[in-house]
């Protein structure tokens, strides 16, 4: 959801019209949703050897019920993408094309980490959608920033390729270089575009910067799945205060940002019933 406020902020000065905003809130949301029932789907084979408990190997859920569950949230996604436009419908119809690639294809692949980076660009490009035209969806600051958080999720999730076991400290290196690459990304963006916020977004850019490799110096340090595991999910938590920095600088608007902010609550109460790794 920090995405959707992040790219709507980038377009409008405010969360009004609050309509659009809301069903692009739903649109997100019921993607992810879509993405963790394909997720299920697609893995079931693996899930029956190593976690029967899940719904599927269970016999909780059959395939199918699952199937159908997730098709229908890809067809509401897109039924409130309709309602905000033609430049939402685009990127919901893109973002349902790169989840069945990650989930069903790419997941294990080299090119699995770059298909999640896509589904973070496009989220961000999702909250930017409620626009005119799709010449003014497709234009600078959204694209900057979107293209910075999506290189900043291919290094995180590189980073997470070999977690249930010991990982290879010359990939997690490589795999932390990429994630740098992001965070300077937004940095650039912090240089070249009129801020709202004087030095503070600068500040917290460094504080994340900061505790985020401090995380994956330890994992390197010590590639254990335990370390690995805290190091990636500090790196995703990470996500929403970038979010929330991105909005700080581009409004000026403390209550705004504290708002996307908040979403970290509802972020770690999930994580704690669902894996984030």
């Known amino acids: ?53 899940r719904p599927i190997p269970s016999g909780r859920v059959s395939v199918r019920q699952a199937a159908t569950f997730g098709g229908m949230l890809m067809l509401a996604a897109v039924g409130a993408a309709n309602v ?4 939402s419908v685009v990127v919901a119809v893109a973002l ?5 690639a990650y989930d069903g294809v790419l997941k294990r692949t080299p090119l699995g980490p770059i298909a999640m980076g896509g589904c973070r660009f496009l989220n961000v490009m999702l ?4 626009v005119d035209s799709l010449s003014a969806h497709w234009a600078m600051p959204q694209l900057h920033v979107a293209a910075a958080l999506g290189v900043y999720v291919v290094g ?4 997470a390729r070999d977690e249930a076991k010991e990982s290879n400290r010359t990939q997690l290196l490589l795999a932390a270089t990429v994630i740098n690459l992001g965070l300077a990304g937004l940095l650039a963006f912090f240089l070249n575009a009129p801020g709202q ?13 900061f505790t985020t490799n401090g995380r994956l110096a330890a994992a390197m340090r010590n590639p254990s799945p335990q370390t690995v595991q805290m ?32 979403l970290l609550a509802p ?4 994580g704690r019933f669902i894996s984030i790794t």
């Open 127 to 130: 909250g930017a959608s409620a």
């Open 197 to 209: 916020a004087g030095n503070l977004p600068m500040i917290m850019l460094a504080v994340v910067t």
């Open 84 to 87: 905000v436009g033609i430049s």
């Open 96 to 100: 349902i094309a790169c989840i069945l």
């Open 231 to 262: 190091a990636i999910k500090a790196s995703i938590l990470s996500l929403v205060m970038l979010d929330a920095t991105v909005v700080l600088f581009q409004t000026g608007d403390t209550t705004l940002a504290i708002a996307t902010v908040a």
């Open 156 to 159: 995180v999730t590189w980073f």
């Open 1 to 53: 959801m920090a995405d959707i406020f992040l790219g709507f902020l980038l377009t409008h000065d405010s969360l009004d019209p609050s309509l659009h905003f809301g069903l692009l809130l739903v649109t997100s949301v019921c993607l992810y949703m879509s993405g963790m029932v394909f997720n299920d789907v697609f893995d079931r084979g693996i899930d029956a050897e190593e976690r029967p408990e």
């Open 267 to 270: 972020a770690t109460l999930i």
